[in-house]
Nanobody, 122 residues
Framework: QVQLVESGGGLVQAGGSLRLSCVTSGRTRINFARGWFRQAPGKEREFVAAISWTGSTTVYADSVKGRFTISRDNAKNTVYLQMNSLEPEDTAVYYC???????????????WGQGTQVTVSS
């Protein structure tokens, strides 16, 4: 079993930056990929970014490409999502998840964190 805990969310003005963190505990020796998803009020959960175990492969949603960067530090069991040039449309609860490979489909992810709220004011 893998436990994921997100942190780093908050309130920021449009154009600002935040860095989310996702710490893994439990079966950390399993080489899982990690993904970030988000869900805004009244909307379905959507893919944001994903990264392979080694970090050699990263995948981004078109809506965040060029603004967000996913990275990981396996020595710290932590995955990061650096979010720059934030827009009000980025407001959502952000979730970290684990999968065997860095895919876009939420159905490929079998462990999820509780989420962290990101609010971008205009």
């Amino acid at each position: 079993q893998v436990q994921l805990v997100e942190s780093g969310g908050g309130l920021v003005q449009a154009g600002g930056s935040l860095r989310l963190s996702c710490v893994t505990s439990g079966r950390t020796r399993i080489n899982f990929a990690r993904g970030w998803f988000r869900q805004a009020p009244g909307k379905e959960r959507e893919f944001v970014a994903a990264i392979s175990w080694t970090g050699s492969t990263t995948v981004y949603a078109d809506s965040v490409k060029g603004r967000f960067t996913i990275s990981r530090d396996n020595a710290k069991n932590t995955v990061y999502l650096q979010m720059n040039s934030l827009e009000p449309e980025d407001t959502a609860v952000y979730y970290c998840a684990a999968s065997l490979s860095p895919t876009r489909s939420q159905y490929d992810y079998n462990s999820w964190g509780q989420g962290t709220q990101v609010t971008v004011s205009s």
